[in-house]
């Protein structure tokens, strides 16, 4: 957000934020975002690829090249970012969007959406919320 406008990422367009619908903040999600001893960040609204790398002491250019980002001006609230190329941890979190289910999360990161159901309690896997992180590894 800018002002009285708001970035979609995913088109690359500004909109005055009053022709928009919030439909997921993420203020819960980055109070509980992978702590930099994993080698992830879930990318928060608001981050920049420079506030990123300077809390966790690289650069823009390793960053994006590390996690295949072609403009280093956009980055997309939720998606989770490699932080290094030597992380031994294997502890992964990731925030759920609009769209996403347990089975498809669990796609994206080799495992099964019992795994996952299994690793953060949810007794029924059918059913997630937007804006939760969980932990996928």
């Not at 022709?19 to 509980?32: C, G, H, P």
């Not at 960040?41 to 002491?57: C, P």
Request: net charge positive; proline share 3%; aromatic share 8%.
């Amino acid at each position: 957000m800018s002002g009285n406008n708001v970035l979609l990422a995913e088109i690359s367009s500004w909109i005055n934020k009053s022709n928009v619908e919030i439909l997921l903040t993420t203020s819960t999600a980055a109070k509980i975002s992978a702590p930099s001893s994993t080698g992830y960040y879930t990318v928060q609204s608001g981050d920049t690829l420079g506030g990123i790398v300077a809390k966790y002491g690289t650069t823009y250019q390793k960053l994006a090249s590390l996690n295949g980002i072609g403009s280093p001006y956009l980055i997309i609230p939720g998606k989770v970012l490699k932080l290094s190329s030597s992380t031994t941890s294997s502890v992964i979190y990731y925030t759920i969007k609009s769209g996403d289910t347990l089975s498809g999360i669990a796609s994206k990161y080799g495992t099964t959406y019992l795994k996952l159901a299994s690793l953060n309690s949810i007794k029924a896997p059918y059913v997630i919320y937007v804006g939760k992180t969980i932990r996928v590894k």
